[in-house]
């Protein structure tokens, strides 16, 4: 599907081991990018963020999923019980939770289950505790994928809203680390692929809706597209072609050349990398700078949100961090970039992103 939008982006909040905050703090994380000793963000840093109450009923994922989309929707100005959809984007959900449940039944049977944990089993656990923390009583969607969930999420948000089909959407991505999924990334040869965890939301809506109540547009998702190119489920194609870019190129009117930087999905998984670099150089071939920042900050479903959030403060300021893999910030073309996300199997997703 492709949507030619004029979607306003009015919130940011990010939850990480390198940044916490809103679009400011996010926006002085990338002028002067440092990768971070540990990409886990820590206990004590979480509590510090999260009512004692709510800590003992939420579980530590849901816990970063609640405290990223309150900054977001603070900095939007937007009332807490907003007409509001929700959409995240997730590639584990709430892994921790559900290793504790079948822990329980494994160590003492059918006793040890917990009516508690239960619920948390389910991938919509994050979506649906914070519809509740946040009064959002419009759409509520979960979407589970490999690398790219969290652009997907901000696709589909961008949909809904440019359709009309909800006034705002409060969209977001959020993982945690977990020692079973290393270990199997490692037993698949993956090891070496960076990992993060945290949560990033953005608030979107329409910018004539924004610009009546007198919000502050932190930059546009101007178009947005998501298509798949064949591979074998978990492997890496040979196709360059992308029809994703292709496609939000088409619905903004734009050509290959518009696009002054790209903001990629690479993290060290060295083939589809290679495989993603090589359907950016099919599809622009002037060669935009491209920034890596899952090289910097691990991969998670909360990076492809924070992507779209970094591509507004590079459209508005014209520098863009991490070039190419390094650590720096190059002054590259303000205005609009490109953000895009490549999955083994095939998954791909393409976003426009406008200054405000």
């Given amino acids: 599907m492709t949507t030619r939008s004029g979607v306003a982006i009015t919130g940011v909040g990010v939850v990480s081991a390198a940044v916490t905050g809103d679009s400011a703090a996010l926006g002085a994380f990338l002028a002067a990018p440092v990768a971070p ?10 509590a510090a963020l999260v009512d004692p109450d709510e800590a003992r009923r939420l579980s530590r994922v849901c816990q970063l999923t609640v405290t990223a ?49 239960f619920p948390n089993t389910v991938m919509n656990t994050m979506i649906a505790t914070t519809a509740i923390a946040v009064g959002a009583r419009e759409m509520a969607l979960t979407l589970n994928a490999p690398t790219v969930a969290g652009e997907l999420a901000v696709a589909r948000a961008t949909a809904a809203v440019a359709s009309g089909r909800v006034p705002a959407v409060l969209v977001g991505g959020v993982d945690e680390l ?36 007198g919000a502050t547009v932190l930059g546009e998702v101007s178009a947005a597209a998501w298509r798949a190119l064949r591979s074998r489920p978990w492997g890496v194609g040979r196709a360059r072609r992308s029809q994703a870019i292709e496609a939000v190129l088409r619905a903004a009117g734009a050509q290959p050349g518009d696009v002054g930087w790209v903001y990629a999905s690479a993290s060290d998984d060295e083939p589809r990398d290679r495989w993603e670099e090589a359907v950016l150089g099919a599809a622009l071939p002037g060669g935009p700078p491209v920034s890596s920042l899952g090289r910097l900050l691990g991969r998670h479903a909360g990076l492809g949100v924070l992507r779209v959030a970094a591509a507004a403060w590079t459209a508005r300021s014209g520098l863009l961090p991490v070039v190419n893999g ?31």
């Avoid at 000793?37 to 979480?46: W, Y």
């Avoid at 603070?74 to 807490?80: D, I, N, T």
């Avoid at 720096?328 to 393409?350: F, N, Q």
């Fill in 37 to 46: 000793p540990d990409t886990a963000f820590g206990a004590g840093a979480l």
């Fill in 326 to 356: 390094t650590a720096h910030v190059a002054r590259v073309r303000p205005g609009r970039g490109l953000v895009h996300g490549l999955a083994r199997g095939g998954a791909h997703v393409a976003l426009l992103v406008d200054a405000a």
């Fill in 69 to 117: 989309a309150r900054l977001a929707l603070r900095e939007s100005g937007l009332e807490r019980d907003a007409a509001l959809g929700l959409v995240v984007g997730t590639e584990f959900g709430d892994l921790g939770s559900t290793h504790a449940f079948a822990d329980g039944f494994l160590a003492r049977g059918p006793a040890g289950l917990s009516a508690l944990l």
């Fill in 178 to 213: 977990d020692s079973v999924v290393e270990h199997e990334l490692r037993r698949l040869g993956l090891a070496g692929e960076r990992r993060g965890e945290g949560a990033a939301f953005l608030v979107l809506e329409p910018r004539a809706t924004a610009h009546a109540r």
